[in-house]
């Protein structure tokens, strides 16, 4: 008799379970590609985001997301292939994101505080995008730079930000013949540096910029800060 032919607690024979419901068979990824592919993108992106990729392992990578790295190859490739996606898959999120925010039907100093904000949280809440970021940038964009998607990834955010600048201008509010890239680089840079160097700059200046209420109020000074950049220069 075997295990699954168990008697049950009466004395007779257990009912024999069917095979998908017998414990331990490890269906998932063959009855859904689609939750095997996200798991090991999502492991992929922890693995990437704590160790960079020099450090990252596909053993790590495939024992994170529960499959063999057999099936890993064969969703995703090797190694350079797997981390190319991680990249392609933060940009789509923060890209998607910023779609949401609906901004060409805003007014246009209204869409650059939201953009500010919602950057700045972004940031916060997604650590792993900028560890992967920074990975790249010690790399020198060496896995971006050949990537077929990477000359358009940021062209929705560009097209959104040259709409708000342009009504912005039209309206005195903003002053014209703004570069959107320029003011997008400002912007963000303002929150990157500080949460880049916000263990340092904590400890050099005896002040912990990891506090809630902190955060928060560098959220309103990017904001501030952005919509000072781009106002009109009085004489």
């Known amino acids: 008799m075997s295990a699954i032919e168990k008697t049950d607690k009466d004395g007779g024979p257990a009912r024999r379970l069917p095979p998908k419901a017998r414990p331990g068979r490890k269906s998932g990824a063959v009855r859904d590609p689609e939750r095997t592919s996200a798991a090991i993108l999502a492991a992929a992106i922890d693995e990437f985001s704590e160790h960079g990729f020099g450090g990252a392992r596909i053993d790590a990578i495939a024992a994170r997301a529960g499959v063999n790295k057999r099936m890993l190859y064969h969703y995703f490739g090797d190694k350079d292939a797997l981390y190319e996606r991680v990249l392609q898959q933060i940009y789509d999120g923060i890209r998607g994101a910023e779609r949401r925010l609906n901004l060409r039907d805003r007014d246009p100093e209204a869409g650059i505080r939201e953009l500010a904000l919602f950057t700045w949280r972004y940031f916060i809440e997604h650590p792993e995008f900028l560890s992967l970021i920074a990975t790249e940038n010690m790399n020198r964009a060496r896995v971006l730079r050949a990537a077929a998607w990477a000359p358009t990834v940021n062209s929705p955010l560009v097209g959104v930000l040259s709409d708000l600048l342009e009504r912005g201008a039209a309206k005195g509010v903003f002053r014209a013949g703004l570069d ?35 955060l928060e109020r560098w959220g309103t000074l990017m904001a501030d800060a952005a919509i000072a950049l781009i106002a009109p220069r009085h004489p």
Not at 198 to 209: C, V
Request: glycine share 6%; aromatic share 14%.
């Open 180 to 214: 959107p890239v320029d003011v997008y680089v400002a912007m963000a840079g303002v929150g990157w540096m500080y949460l880049s160097n916000r263990y340092t700059l904590s400890a050099s200046f005896n002040r912990d910029l990891t506090d809630p209420a902190e």
